[in-house]
Nanobody
Framework: QVQLVESGGGLVQAGGSLILSCTAS????????MGWYRQAPGKQRELVAT???????NYSDSVRDRFTISGDNAKDTVYLHMNSLKPEDAAVYSC??????????????WGQGTQVIVSS
């Protein structure tokens, strides 16, 4: 069973920065991709950013140019560098790791989530 442990959330003023970390209990090369999702109160969970095992990245339009996802293979850790934070970025951020076994079989692992609060 893979475990994902997140850290780095907290309270920050609008315009500030935070770095979220997600450390996996397995090599991050084990996963086809890893990513960060967020869910604000009363809203659906949404994709923030993903990074593949080859290092390709993808971002939602709302965070592109402000957030950066990266991975440290030696530490089995994926980071989310968040800059120019806005009140609307406040949410619980969860780390995800995805493995595709076949066209019809895949598995997702999730961390426990870390809260990000942005004060205006």
């Amino acid at each position: 069973q893979v475990q994902l442990v997140e850290s780095g959330g907290g309270l920050v003023q609008a315009g500030g920065s935070l770095i979220l970390s997600c450390t996996a209990s397995a090599s991050i090369f084990s996963f086809n991709y890893m990513g960060w999702y967020r869910q604000a109160p009363g809203k659906q969970r949404e994709l923030v950013a993903t990074i593949t095992s080859r290092g390709s990245t993808n971002y939602s339009d709302s965070v592109r140019d402000r957030f950066t996802i990266s991975g440290d293979n030696a530490k089995d850790t994926v980071y989310l560098h968040m800059n120019s934070l806005k009140p609307e970025d406040a949410a619980v951020y969860s780390c995800n790791a995805h493995i595709t076994y076949s066209r019809t079989l895949s598995r997702d692992y999730w961390g426990q989530g870390t809260q990000v609060i942005v004060s205006s």
